[in-house]
Nanobody, 123 residues
């Protein structure tokens, strides 16, 4: 049973930085496409960024491009999201997600999810 556990959320001020982590259990992390999504109350879950099982292949939502960086450490079975220049609109619950690796990287069909970690950006 694959489990995803996020950590690193918290309260920050506009302009601050924060790094989220996601630890994935099991022995197949290096074969997964991984992604971050976020959700605010009353809205649908929104794609943030994805990292392919293929090295150095990433994808970002336009709203975070240039501010957020997704990365992974296959030796530690961990996924990260470095968030810089944070804005109030980045406030959300952030979810880590996984799917079996594909040739094309996109935001669809992620099958496994973590429980989420709250990120609040407020002065």
């Amino acid at each position: 049973q694959v489990q995803l556990v996020e950590s690193g959320g918290g309260l920050v001020q506009p302009g601050d930085s924060l790094t989220l982590s996601c630890r994935v259990s099991g022995n197949a992390f290096s074969t997964y496409d991984m992604a971050w999504f976020r959700q605010t109350p009353g809205k649908t879950r929104e794609f943030v960024a994805a990292h392919s099982w293929i090295p150095d292949r990433t994808l970002y939502a336009d709203s975070v491009k240039g501010r957020f960086t997704i990365s992974r450490d296959n030796a530690l079975d961990e996924l990260y999201l470095r968030m810089n220049s944070m804005k109030s609109e980045d406030t959300a619950v952030y979810y880590c997600a996984a799917r079996s690796g594909r040739v094309a990287l996109d935001s669809r069909n992620f099958e496994r999810w973590g429980q989420g970690t709250q990120v609040t950006v407020s002065s």
